[in-house]
């Protein structure tokens, strides 16, 4: 089945505590992207990535590192999360112009 | 194409029509997207449409692409309650790279039984 799948799905650590959310997509898509929604806010892209070892910033990306070292996986990684960064994440994946596949979501706490 | 503006809510009864509206500020977007919401899910694709076209249909859904007026709607037939969710409209701009997905802030559809 084609699928975006991201872990874990729920998530609660405390501040400064290094932590890794992964994503890996089976449909050999180009684009991956990290998101987070927060109510009211709708979801803002914090990065994507273009291909293996190419990536980029969204409009959020303070307090977050990603990498792609392969085409099917791109971790999320928050090397000091704090509490502003709770939130529901999505994963997602796209060949171009067709849109994004999404993922399940994560939602992470922070304490 | 950072500001796609959508209203926050919308009820409709069962069985009427729903028309979600939203508005974006980049005139030179290049695709545009509907996606939607259930509770405690993911994103889900509902439909898309490039800026050279004004109308795609797809079974119960319309989507209108107004240009001049920079405004989108996803137009839904014979609403039911499985229609309730968050509908986020989307858009690359161009000069944006495909992967720049800008959302909306979603919009609440209820529908009453």
């Known amino acids: 089945e084609a699928q975006v799948t991201q872990n874990p799905r729920y998530l609660i650590t405390v501040t400064g505590k290094k932590l890794t959310v992964t994503c890996s997509q089976n449909m050999n898509h180009e684009y991956m992207s990290w998101y987070r929604q927060d109510p009211g806010l709708g979801l803002r892209q914090i990065y994507y990535s273009m291909n293996v070892e190419v990536t980029d910033k969204g409009d959020v990306p303070e307090g977050y590192k990603v990498s792609r070292k392969e085409k099917r996986n791109f971790p999320l990684i928050l090397e000091s999360p704090s509490p502003n960064q709770t939130s529901l994440y999505f994963c997602?994946?796209?060949?171009?112009?067709?849109?994004?596949?999404f993922g399940s979501g994560t939602r992470l706490t922070v304490v | 194409g950072e500001d796609v503006e959508q209203s926050l809510f919308l009820s409709v009864r069962e069985g009427d029509s729903s028309v979600i509206n939203c508005t974006y500020t980049d005139s030179s977007s290049t695709y545009l997207y509907w996606y939607k919401q259930e509770p405690g899910a993911g994103l889900q694709l509902l439909t898309y449409i490039f800026s050279n076209m004004d109308m795609k249909q797809d079974q119960r859904l319309t989507v209108l692409l107004n240009k001049k007026d920079k405004h989108l709607s996803l137009r839904i037939a014979d609403t039911q309650t499985g229609d309730s969710a968050i509908y986020f409209c989307?858009?690359?701009?161009?000069?944006?790279?495909?992967?720049?997905?800008?959302f909306g802030r979603g919009t609440q559809l209820t529908v009453w039984p």
């Open positions: 989307a858009e690359i701009a161009r000069g944006s790279t495909l992967g720049r997905l800008y």
């Open positions: 997602a994946s796209s060949l171009g112009t067709g849109g994004y596949t």
